[in-house]
């Protein structure tokens, strides 16, 4: 009997594992929970959240300047006026309104 030998498949099963496991740690490293896109996505964020810092602290600090001007320990007058006309609806004599 003749027979024809096939070729040995263990090498090619070997190589094609081989291909498969550098093809997900690829795909892993590029689009993973901890891959370059993630990472990007994560910088782009934190610039974001830095620079919404950076304006929370001057809305505080301008608060807090208020605050101090209107203190028992420190009260600024024209402030004070302009607060009261404010929320009061107040106008002096001598002020024209115009709508």
């Not at 291909?19 to 901890?34: E, S």
């Not at 602290?57 to 009261?84: G, K, P, W």
């Amino acid at each position: 009997m003749n027979r024809r030998s096939l070729p040995p498949m263990g090498p090619l099963l070997y190589f094609l594992g081989a291909v498969m496991l550098c093809l997900y740690f690829t795909f892993a490293a590029v689009q993973g929970d901890y891959g370059v896109f993630k990472r990007a996505e994560v910088n782009a964020e934190a610039r974001a959240l830095r620079a919404e810092l950076v304006t929370l602290q001057a809305d505080v600090a301008r608060m807090e300047n208020l605050t101090t001007r209107l203190s028992d320990t420190y009260l600024d007058l024209d402030l004070l006026d302009e607060q009261a006309r404010d929320v009061l609806g107040l106008i002096r004599a001598d002020e024209l309104v115009i709508r």
